[in-house]
C-alpha cells in the first residue's frame, strides 16, 4: 500500500469510525479528552463547593451574648420587648444574622454576673455586650469591688476571643460627688485597660424621661427600650461581620 493509500484510509477510518489497523491511532486521543473532561469537571465542582462553603461561612449566624441586669432582662415588660429581642430585630433589619441571648437578671451586681458567666459562655458567643453595674450603685456597693468584678468579666470574655461591648451606667445623684466620680469613672478606665469598645450609659436619652420610663423611674417602657436600640445600635454593628448588603459594589 502506498503512503498516499495510508493517508485515504486512516482519512476513511477518521470519518467512519476506527476499525483494525488505524482504530488505535484514533482511540487514545478521545480517551484523553474524556479524561480531561472529568478533571475539568472535578474542579468545577471543587470551585463551587469551597464557593458555597466561603458563602456560608460569611453568613454564619453571629450569636451576641447580652450580660446584665433588669435593663437588659426585660423588667416588668413582656418578653417581645425586652432589649436583646428588639436589639436582634433592629440588626435582622439591617442585613445582620444574628442570635441575641437574654443573659439578663434582674437585680443582679457585678458579683452575681461574674458568679454566672461562665454558664452562660456555654452558649459559645462571638460578641458579648455587658450591662452591669446598676444595681451596685443602688445599692452604694464599693465602686473599687464593681470594677474589679468587671475587670474579672473583660479579662475572661477576652479571653475566649469575644468582641466586647461594655456598657457604662452611672451613679444616682443622691450618693454624693466623690461616689459619682469613682463609680462612673470605672467604666472608661476599664474600656482603656482591656481595649475594648464603650457605650458610656445604656439609659442615654432614656433616663430622667417621664414618657420612656415605667413608673418606678427607672426601667425603660416598651418605647425606652425602642430608643435605647436605637441609639445603641451603631456602637454595636462595628463588633459584627459586615451585613450582605453593606458588601455589594456601590454603581
Known amino acids: 500500500m502506498s503512503l498516499s493509500q495510508d493517508y485515504q484510509t486512516a482519512a476513511l477510518h477518521h470519518q467512519h469510525g476506527p476499525c483494525s489497523g488505524y482504530g488505535s491511532a484514533f482511540s487514545p486521543v478521545k ?32 450569636t451576641i451574648l447580652a450580660l446584665g441586669d433588669s435593663l437588659t432582662a426585660g423588667y416588668n415588660l413582656p418578653a417581645a420587648n425586652a432589649f436583646p429581642v428588639r436589639l436582634q430585630q433592629a440588626l435582622h433589619d439591617k442585613g445582620h444574622a444574628v442570635k441575641v441571648i437574654n443573659g439578663g437578671v434582674s437585680g443582679d451586681t457585678t458579683t452575681g454576673g461574674l458568679a454566672r458567666l461562665d454558664w452562660m459562655l456555654a452558649e459559645h458567643p462571638q460578641v458579648a455586650l455587658v450591662e452591669l453595674g446598676a444595681n451596685d450603685a443602688l445599692r452604694g456597693l464599693d465602686p ?38 469613682a463609680f462612673d469613672g470605672l467604666y472608661p478606665r476599664l474600656a482603656a485597660k482591656h481595649q475594648v ?30 430608643e435605647i436600640v436605637k441609639r445603641i445600635l451603631p456602637a454595636v454593628e462595628p463588633l459584627l461581620p459586615a451585613a450582605p448588603s453593606s458588601t455589594q459594589a456601590k454603581p
Do not use: C, W
Not at 480517551?31 to 453568613?59: D, E, I, N, P, Y
Not at 468579666?153 to 461591648?165: G, Q, V
Not at 457605650?199 to 418605647?223: I, K, R
Open 31 to 62: 480517551a484523553g479528552t474524556r479524561r480531561k473532561g472529568a478533571f475539568f469537571a472535578v474542579l468545577l465542582s471543587a470551585g463551587l463547593l469551597m464557593t458555597s462553603l466561603f458563602t456560608t461561612a460569611a453568613h454564619a449566624e453571629t
Open 144 to 181: 473599687a469591688r464593681a470594677e474589679a468584678n468587671l475587670d474579672q468579666i473583660l479579662t475572661r470574655l477576652k479571653k475566649d476571643n469575644i468582641r466586647i461591648l461594655l456598657i457604662g451606667m452611672k451613679a444616682p445623684p443622691n450618693l454624693g460627688r466623690d461616689y459619682q466620680t
Open 197 to 226: 469598645a464603650l457605650y458610656p450609659f445604656f439609659l442615654d436619652g432614656v433616663a430622667a424621661q417621664a414618657t420612656l420610663l415605667q413608673t418606678d423611674g427607672l426601667h425603660p417602657t416598651a418605647q425606652g427600650v425602642d
